[in-house]
Nanobody
């Protein structure tokens, strides 16, 4: 079955950086559109960034210019490089795959931005 292993979350000070990683298995990774979503306490899950199978990227306005999504098809990995973090970025970050009209979710990794 499809599985994700997310890593890289943690506690960081405002202005700091983190790199999230998501390792995928059980799907034809190179053909999947991969995304990151996040959910802050008391809020709905929201889109953060997306990278298509061809490498095209899209970002939520709130993170554009600060976050960069990338993928390594040889390793079945997708990454989210985050810089200039602020407390408003505190959330559980989820890896997401869309393939053949099916959607898959990772278990999430906590990112906390606090001094």
């Amino acid at each position: 079955q499809v599985q994700f292993v997310e890593s890289g979350g943690g506690l960081v000070q405002p202005g700091g950086s983190l790199r999230l990683s998501c390792s995928a298995s059980g799907l034809t990774f190179s053909q999947a559109t991969m995304s990151w979503y996040r959910q802050a306490p008391g809020k709905e899950r929201e889109f953060v960034a997306r990278i298509s199978s061809s490498g095209s990227t899209n970002y939520a306005p709130s993170v554009k210019g600060r976050f960069t999504i990338s993928r390594d098809n040889a390793k079945n990995m997708v990454y989210l490089q985050m810089i200039g973090l602020s407390p408003e970025d505190t959330a559980v970050y989820y890896c997401n795959a869309n393939l053949y009209l099916l959607t898959y979710w990772g278990q999430g990794t906590q990112v906390t931005v606090s001094s």
